[in-house]
Nanobody
Framework: QVQLVESGGGLVQAGGSLRLSCASS????????MGWFRQAPGKQRELVAR???????NYADSVKGRFTISRDNARNSVYLQMNALKPEDTAVYYC???????????WGQGTLVTVSS
């Protein structure tokens, strides 16, 4: 069974930093993309950042220059370094992996990030 386990969320003041981690297990197929989405109260889930197996990245405009996504292929893990956090970054952050020939998807359980002003 494929599982994603996130960690690193918490409460931080505006301007602070957090680092999210996501470790996968049970994956026996190649991982295509790994990424982070977030969902704020009353809003739709949105893409924050994504990284391909080759290392190409894309970011939401709202986080460019502040967030950095990286991955460790040997550990099937993905990370999100979040700097200069703003109150509007407050959300539940979800790890996402697409894998295999059919690009199947799996989601983590989410980790809450709260940024106080």
């Amino acid at each position: 069974q494929v599982q994603l386990v996130e960690s690193g969320g918490g409460l931080v003041q505006a301007g602070g930093s957090l680092r999210l981690s996501c470790a996968s297990s049970g994956l026996f197929f190649s991982i295509n993309t790994m990424g982070w989405f977030r969902q704020a109260p009353g809003k739709q889930r949105e893409l924050v950042a994504r990284i391909t197996s080759g290392g190409s990245t894309n970011y939401a405009d709202s986080v460019k220059g502040r967030f950095t996504i990286s991955r460790d292929n040997a550990r099937n893990s993905v990370y999100l370094q979040m700097n200069a956090l703003k109150p509007e970054d407050t959300a539940v952050y979800y790890c996402h992996v697409a894998y295999g020939s059919w690009n199947l998807e799996v989601w983590g359980q989410g980790t809450l990030v709260t940024v106080s002003s």
